[in-house]
């Protein structure tokens, strides 16, 4: 059976049992900050498990998974993988134990066919219930007893918990890995007894004293990964020998071809795996990185590119394998196909850039460990400092170290690695120069337990009461000031007097610390401000004009960027303030002119449909229903603020431009952006590019700086065109006529090039034809030397008339030299096979500079250099000199 069916298999067993069927969500988890990647199957259903929500009573789901504690297990065991799938069915207060133990069993021993005596269960020590169950299932084997770390499940100290039940499959005395004990059962450590299904039973409530009360409503939670039910039920050795992971291992040795076959099982499982989670976790958005998320994926790739390199491999070629991942879950997951060619890019150049300092980490490392007579051994330790050069300076994570020092049998100083960090971190802090803005002391500042009501939405100015006030931070009851949040900066403004008569403080910032807006401000002399004062809260109404825009048009930016780049592309940072926008997105590659002009194109086209921007609080999940795009990891709450741009509004949210979660101030029609203009894109990071772009009036005041500042380059242009035209007639050119008052800028500036081209042909023609005409050749032994002193010359004309001089010499030197503001330039060719018998030109020009207290250099076959403007017969006769000298 493939891995497919079993996977439908089991979807299609509970949802005939009145299971709700539930698509997987996303590795990242949506609305809960609390936690870096979904790591079981329950994630999406905690608020059923907690009883915030009760529209469900009963759910299914195969559900994509990522653990970070088994990475460095991985291929070491068949036990542990990075990336997962893991097949749950849920019950929220309906059926309890006796259903989902009889299901487990019945789907196990009909559906995937398993031999029952091959199946062991365990239960919780002191779980009567669950044995009794089981026993009168008639299972073959009778049900072990297990303690609490291994068959009690907790959510926290305190809160809801229970009792579990595992069923493992017996692999046999003769599977890999197995331990070969006596009493090896359900439980053991080895890779005998595999663990297929855990039953978690949630029937109480932990008490502070560690008490156990009972829960109004029992719930079922239960997990089991789709890989080992897949090995399992087609009788494979392990997961690895399943058509979830062949195919990718086929490609890695296509593509690397392993010569050392005894690294090569373990390194081809590894790379199996950590390709999977690369491609899953890249396909949502994320980007390597040394920060959260991306350091965990940057880890994942750098580890699969090291076991490349044991197998013999130089290149990169991780991002060649991903075409076998999307082969396998390309149908069932139809984003990380979409995504895969952005994914491919973005991944070769991780690779790219690890590999050019892998060689010199291992080289670093290599040469501490045989140098270093503290950790010259087994059972020594490398220091920490070195552990964190070779992060700090060849991006070794410190796991890569690890491993490869347990390899010769060292440790690794974990605790002096942390000093060196701290330490940098310190030094990072010490140097940094901030961005300007004031650091807000909350020291003394007692917050207030009232929240701060923000009005902005509503109104730019506000009747408030102080509540706390310290230094520079005021805190009000309610204020109409946007705290910088989601990109958006800060508002600016004042606090005035109730009657709005007397200011008070001038607002520089506005941050916000938990439930409470900070006002950061500026305190006019004798004007002081203290709790319980009334006052008048207002916003500067005409940067706020400036911001609006930009967010707005921020929106309709990531909307353009995903319509013409693709749906891989995700918002990765922004900043939307009053002199401009700038948005970061996950993309591999730069735009070229034409996806630019499209994108900026779409985003104008939207602004002219003059279409409403209408924002609405609902649940999560129903944003999550309508498909609002949010960040990744971000916690929106239970009720979030989305932001519809679209011709209907709410009355129809799917006829839609763009739809966002977001907290921030945007214009009530896309017609008050007026228009929109890409300034530039860059790069941030590998995979990362970025937007800068101006809207609305602060767009309207670039173009009226550009007309000015166009209106006086024309007019400087024009100018330095007659000058061009001046000089050309005076070197006998002819100059065409030019109506200046008609020409733009850039005609000016392209007709001031071909003067300037023109004119320099006209002089080095010129010039030319003086040497010609007034050239000295002067016999020394076997050379000759051609010396010549023209005016008006510049080096590269000299240079390119000796070149033609040189043929005339035959076997000499060429020194051609030109006078400008009391200097003498001079070049210094040596011709033909002068330069093979001692004469070296750059060895002659220094002699000659410095008994005339000039400077020169070059090469043995062409100099150049500087002299006062002396004598030049005299200078002629030195370098006859020192011809002869070198000849002689």
């Not at 008006?792 to 060429?814: H, M, N, T, Y």
Request: net charge neutral.
């Amino acid at each position: 059976m493939d891995s497919a069916s079993v996977r439908r298999s089991f979807l299609d067993f509970f949802a005939s049992r009145g299971h709700a069927v539930r698509p997987s969500t996303p590795i990242v988890p949506q609305g809960d900050a609390t936690l870096m990647f979904n790591s079981a199957g329950m994630v999406p259903f905690k608020p059923y498990f907690l009883g915030i929500k009760k529209d469900l009573s009963r759910a299914a789901s195969c559900q994509k998974c990522f653990r970070t504690t088994d990475i460095d297990r991985v291929g070491h065991t068949i036990r542990h993988l990075t990336f997962f799938e893991m097949l749950g069915n849920f019950s929220f207060g309906d059926y309890f134990k006796e259903d989902a133990i009889a299901w487990a069993w019945a789907f196990l021993t009909k559906d995937m066919g398993l031999d029952p005596a091959r199946l062991h269960p365990s239960v919780f020590k002191d779980d009567e219930e669950a044995f009794a169950i089981w026993t009168k299932l008639g299972a073959p084997n009778k049900p072990v007893r297990l303690g609490e770390d291994s068959n009690f499940w907790n959510m926290g100290p305190t809160g809801p918990c229970g009792p579990c039940s595992e069923i493992y499959f017996d692999r046999g005395p003769g599977a890999s890995n197995s331990c070969g004990k006596p009493g090896c059962g359900a439980g053991c450590d080895c890779d005998r007894h595999i663990e297929i299904w855990n039953l978690v039973f949630t029937q109480f409530d932990r008490q502070p004293d560690g008490g156990l009360k009972p829960l109004p409503r029992k719930n079922i939670d239960t997990g089991m990964g789709l890989e080992r039910l897949a090995f399992v039920a087609g009788g494979k050795g392990s997961p690895f020998d399943t058509d979830l992971f062949l195919p990718i291992m086929d490609a890695v040795r296509g593509v690397i071809r392993p010569s050392a076959a005894d690294v090569a099982p373990l390194a081809l499982r590894v790379i199996a795996d950590h390709a999977r989670a690369v491609a899953f976790l890249m396909s949502e958005g994320i980007i390597p990185s040394n920060v959260e998320r991306g350091y965990v994926l940057r880890r994942l790739i750098r580890r699969a590119v090291r076991y490349g390199q044991l197998l013999g491999h130089k290149g990169p070629f991780l991002h060649s394998v991903l075409p076998a991942v999307t082969g396998i879950f390309g149908g069932t997951y139809p984003g990380i196909a979409a995504a895969s060619g952005s994914v491919a890019e973005t991944l070769r150049m991780e690779e790219e850039r690890f590999l050019t300092t892998l060689e010199a980490g291992e080289r670093e490392l290599e040469g501490v460990l045989s140098k270093c007579g503290g950790c010259g051994g087994a059972g020594k330790l490398l220091p920490g400092a070195a552990a964190f050069k070779l992060y700090d300076t060849f991006g070794f994570p410190l796991e890569l170290t690890r491993e490869i020092c347990a390899g010769r049998g060292v440790a690794v100083d974990e605790d002096g690695y942390k000093e060196a960090v701290r330490t940098a971190a310190e030094v990072a802090r010490a140097s940094w120069k901030g961005s300007g803005a004031k650091n807000v002391d909350l020291g003394k500042l007692a917050l207030p337990q009232q929240p701060t009501r923000f009005t902005g939405y509503e109104s730019v100015e506000e009747p408030a009461e102080v509540l706390a006030c310290s230094g520079d931070v005021v805190i009000l009851d309610r204020t109409p000031f946007y705290a910088e949040s989601g990109g958006q900066v800060g508002d600016q403004g004042a606090i005035l007097s109730r009657d709005g008569r007397t200011v008070l403080a001038k607002v520089l910032d506005t941050q916000k610390h938990q439930t409470a807006i900070l006002h950061i401000v500026e305190a006019l002399p004798g004007r002081e401000l203290e709790p319980g004062l009334p006052v008048l809260a207002r916003v500067d109404e005409l940067r706020r004009s400036y911001i609006r825009p930009h967010h707005t048009a921020t929106h309709l930016l990531n909307a353009a960027l995903r319509a013409v780049l693709g749906t891989h592309v995700r918002q990765a940072g922004s900043y939307v303030g009053p002199d401009k926008l700038r948005f970061d997105f996950t993309h591999p590659k730069a735009l070229d002119d034409e996806d630019l002009r499209a994108v900026e194109d779409m985003v104008n086209a939207e602004i002219a449909k003059a279409q409403p921007v209408a924002t609405k609080v609902d649940t999560f999940e129903k944003a999550k229903e309508l498909g609002a795009m949010m960040l990744l990891g971000e916690e929106y709450g239970e009720r979030p603020r989305m932001v519809l741009v679209g011709p209907k509004g709410w009355a129809d949210p799917l006829d839609r431009c763009s739809m966002e979660l977001c907290g921030g101030t945007h214009v009530a029609n896309t017609s008050e952006i007026a228009a929109f203009k890409v300034l530039k894109e860059s790069s941030v990071a590998a995979g990362i590019r970025r937007i800068e772009a101006l809207a609305g009036p602060a767009l309207g005041d670039h173009r009226k700086a550009q007309e000015l500042e166009e209106s006086r380059l024309v007019a400087e242009l024009a100018r330095r065109v007659k000058a061009r035209d001046s000089e050309l007639r005076s070197l006998g050119g002819a100059a065409d006529d030019f109506p200046l008052e008609r020409r733009t800028a850039a005609e000016l500036r392209s007709r001031e090039r071909e003067l300037a081209s023109f004119i320099a042909r006209l002089r080095e023609r010129r010039l030319s034809s003086a040497a010609d005409a007034g050239k000295k050749i002067v016999e020394i032994g076997a050379w000759r030397l051609l010396a010549q002193r023209l005016e008006g010359g510049d080096p590269k004309s000299l240079r390119s008339i000796a070149d033609r001089f040189k043929a005339e010499v035959g076997s000499g030197v060429v020194f051609l030299a030109s006078a400008r503001e009391g200097k003498l330039s001079f070049v210094l060719a040596v011709a033909g096979d002068a330069a093979s018998k001692a004469l070296d030109a750059a060895g002659m020009a220094k002699s000659l500079a410095k008994s005339l207290g000039g400077s020169a250099g070059g090469r043995a076959d062409f100099a150049q250099g500087g002299l006062g403007d002396a004598d030049w017969d005299g200078i002629v006769s030195r370098l006859v000199g020192i011809i002869g000298g070198e000849g002689g």
